[in-house]
């Protein structure tokens, strides 16, 4: 279906510069809203006179190595579509950021990705885009589940309200779950000639046709780039732990941080809005091991603030420079 001259107009030069102001209107809003801001704010710019200061370098470092990890991954999913080089890669994942963070469990990331690619492969690589996603899903579940196991006793002993009564059901559903995923991922072609026999979704097969070219090594791959990603983040976290004060150990703290990780991975919400059910959820979890909540909500909110908000403003910047038709597809 051929775009009118109008709409190829709007898209190009207007789509980005209204995303762009939206989005710095959301962050300024969702900032200025957080719990304990001031009191972060005074400890970071007293942490600059002295060796502290190394943690936050160090967490700012780690969101480029983070989201790097994430080109990575991008670029090894669509390699079967389209080769893309690093940088643009880098450039797709920043873009998905700044659309993501104002839908539901971030979805508008694929968005944001596929206008890196040529005009008829974007479609066929969203499929290749989730795959890359379920793979991390696959990780955060491993280290949430394991994380449930030993930090139970913990949680019982703590007794926190309504939490005790959901602990074995959510390991069993959560179980279940990963496993189901996990065949799934490892079983993707067989999934993918499995829909094909289905006559109503037959026509828009080929929306996922190139999951069939998705081999073992590949999928081990993206798993092994996922785990990574993994570790960095919770690097991020035991630094501002250190940078903000709280004393926990880095084998309680790992744990801790899986199980946030399980929780808000299994829980709808929007990326930008998110910081404050996370900000619940890290209280509710940290209470069992450490009294500073300043800290903690500080720790949380830094986070948001390097691991999204960043990328998204770096994001929406690239965006304005976008053009979603070139000129020979909008004459």
């Known amino acids: 279906m051929r775009l009118n001259k109008n ?3 709007f898209l190009n030069y207007i789509l980005g510069p209204l995303l762009f ?6 962050i300024f809003k969702q900032i200025k809203n957080q719990p304990h801001l001031e009191e972060s704010w005074l400890n970071i710019k007293a942490a600059f006179a002295d060796e502290r200061v190394f943690n936050l370098v160090l967490v700012f470092a780690l969101m480029f190595v983070n989201w790097s990890l994430e080109a990575m ?8 579509v389209q080769p893309v080089s690093f940088a643009r890669a880098l450039k797709a994942i920043f873009s998905g950021v700044s659309f993501s963070v104002t839908t539901p469990n971030r979805m508008g990331e694929y968005i944001g990705r596929v206008l890196y690619m040529n005009e008829g492969n974007r479609l066929k690589v969203i499929s290749l885009t989730i795959l890359g996603s379920l793979s991390q899903l696959i990780i955060t579940m491993f280290f949430g589940l394991w994380a449930l196991l030993i930090l139970k006793p913990s949680i019982l002993k703590a007794q926190l309200s309504g939490w005790s009564e959901w602990v074995n059901l959510v390991m069993i559903s959560g179980l279940i779950a990963f496993a189901v995923l996990t065949v799934f991922y490892f079983r993707i072609g067989w999934l993918t000639r499995w829909i094909e026999k289905i006559p109503a979704i037959k026509k828009y097969i080929w929306l996922i046709h190139e999951l069939e070219k998705a081999d073992t090594t590949l999928l081990i791959r993206l798993l092994s780039i996922s785990m990574f990603r993994y570790l960095v983040f919770a690097t991020q976290y035991f630094l501002l732990f250190r940078f903000f004060g709280v004393e926990v150990s880095w ?3 790992f744990w801790a941080i899986a199980l946030v ?3 808000m991975a299994i829980t709808p919400t929007i990326a930008l809005f998110e910081v404050a059910l996370k900000i ?3 209280e509710r979890i940290f209470s069992i091991f450490t009294d500073n909540t300043v800290g903690v909500d500080s720790v949380t909110t830094t986070i948001w603030f390097v691991n999204l908000v960043v990328p998204a403003a770096i994001g929406s910047l690239l965006i304005l420079g976008i ?3 070139k000129k020979d597809e909008a004459s």
């Not at 102001?21 to 959301?26: A, K, P, Q």
């Not at 991954?73 to 079967?80: A, D, G, I, P, T």
Request: charged share 15%.
């Open 7 to 9: 709409i190829k107009i």
């Open 21 to 26: 102001v939206w989005l710095s209107f959301s």
């Open 73 to 80: 991954k991008w670029k090894l999913s669509v390699q079967y």
């Open 251 to 253: 084998w309680t703290g």
């Open 261 to 263: 990780f399980f929780i």
């Open 280 to 282: 619940v959820v890290t």
């Open 323 to 325: 053009k979603f038709f």
